[in-house]
């Protein structure tokens, strides 16, 4: 179990905000939605795959440690994505949160609300597109070197404009359809039991990721606003 989540608990349980979880396989367009629906929602916008890259980058104890396993290729053991999800949560602890793209497996999520409770969140969205349409997504993504930002490639260059800062945009390394395929076969596999589980605890919505952002986030967002529409929480925090 997680120290740092644990000592997150207490503080968590006065959280009067939503809660929301987002999953959904790479490619489906999450980045995007999360960070569209945590300005609808006006909570911390929370990514497990964007705070470990910060960590590593900056050097910070966690980061040191995560560093050993990507660099090796191996996959971050759950305590040390516990960690450090859970250093993020205790700002949020009035504020509500989106968690995107955590938990990650079922021991993630058993642990999360072993700790936190059922009110660890109010709703968890799979943003489900078929895998054979987000491998073409993710074959066409070509990532900035000067901002980071996301710009598809239309016609199969290996270089684009990025749309956003107008930096180039190359494909990365690791986005090959070999490498590609991988990755989508080991979300499904440590995925598909915890969406079952939380769909055991009626948490569960599955939307529809296929059309434009808009159309998306529509489906989100009526989904995420019915839902916590229904939900009773504390008037305010304790001190």
Same mark, same amino acid.
């Given at each position: 179990?997680?120290?740092?989540?644990?000592?997150? $608990?207490?503080?968590?349980?006065?959280?009067?905000?939503?809660?929301?979880?987002? %999953?959904?396989? =790479?490619?489906? @367009?999450?980045?995007? =939605?999360?960070?569209?629906?945590?300005?609808?929602?006006?909570?911390?916008?929370?990514?497990? @795959?964007?705070?470990?890259?910060?960590?590593?980058?900056?050097?910070?104890?966690?980061?040191? =440690?995560?560093?050993?396993?990507?660099?090796? @290729?191996?996959?971050?053991?759950?305590?040390?994505?516990?960690?450090?999800?859970?250093?993020?949560?205790?700002?949020?602890?009035?504020?509500?949160?989106?968690?995107?793209?955590?938990?990650?497996? %079922?021991?993630?999520? =058993?642990?999360?609300?072993?700790?936190?409770?059922?009110?660890? $969140?109010?709703?968890?969205?799979?943003?489900?597109?078929?895998?054979?349409?987000?491998?073409?997504? &993710? &074959?066409?993504?070509?990532?900035?070197?000067?901002?980071?930002?996301?710009?598809?490639?239309?016609?199969?260059?290996?270089?684009?404009?990025?749309?956003?800062?107008?930096?180039?945009?190359?494909?990365?390394?690791?986005?090959?359809?070999?490498?590609?395929?991988?990755? &989508?076969?080991?979300?499904?596999?440590?995925?598909?039991?915890?969406?079952?589980? &939380?769909?055991?605890?009626?948490?569960?919505?599955?939307?529809?990721?296929?059309?434009?952002?808009?159309?998306?986030?529509?489906?989100?967002?009526?989904?995420?606003?019915?839902?916590?529409? $229904?939900?009773?929480?504390?008037?305010?925090?304790?001190?």
């Amino acid at each position: 179990m997680s120290h740092l989540l644990m000592q997150t $608990a207490d503080r968590a349980r006065v959280a009067i905000g939503p809660r929301v979880i987002v %999953l959904g396989r =790479q490619g489906a @367009g999450k980045g995007t =939605q999360c960070a569209r629906l945590a300005r609808h929602l006006g909570v911390p916008h929370i990514s497990s @795959g964007d705070l470990f890259r910060a960590a590593i980058a900056a050097g910070t104890p966690l980061g040191n =440690q995560a560093r050993r396993y990507v660099d090796g @290729g191996a996959l971050v053991p759950d305590d040390l994505v516990l960690d450090l999800v859970a250093s993020h949560l205790s700002d949020a602890r009035t504020t509500g949160y989106l968690l995107d793209g955590f938990p990650r497996t %079922l021991a993630q999520g =058993q642990a999360f609300f072993e700790v936190l409770g059922q009110g660890a $969140a109010d709703v968890a969205i799979e943003l489900d597109v078929p895998a054979d349409a987000v491998l073409q997504r &993710l &074959l066409a993504r070509r990532v900035c070197g000067g901002c980071g930002s996301t710009t598809a490639s239309t016609n199969g260059e290996e270089e684009v404009t990025c749309r956003s800062c107008g930096d180039a945009a190359r494909r990365r390394d690791d986005d090959t359809p070999e490498a590609i395929t991988r990755r &989508l076969s080991l979300y499904d596999e440590e995925s598909g039991p915890l969406l079952i589980w &939380l769909a055991d605890r009626a948490l569960l919505v599955t939307v529809d990721g296929r059309g434009s952002p808009d159309e998306v986030f529509a489906r989100i967002a009526a989904e995420v606003d019915a839902r916590l529409a $229904a939900v009773e929480r504390p008037r305010g925090p304790t001190t």
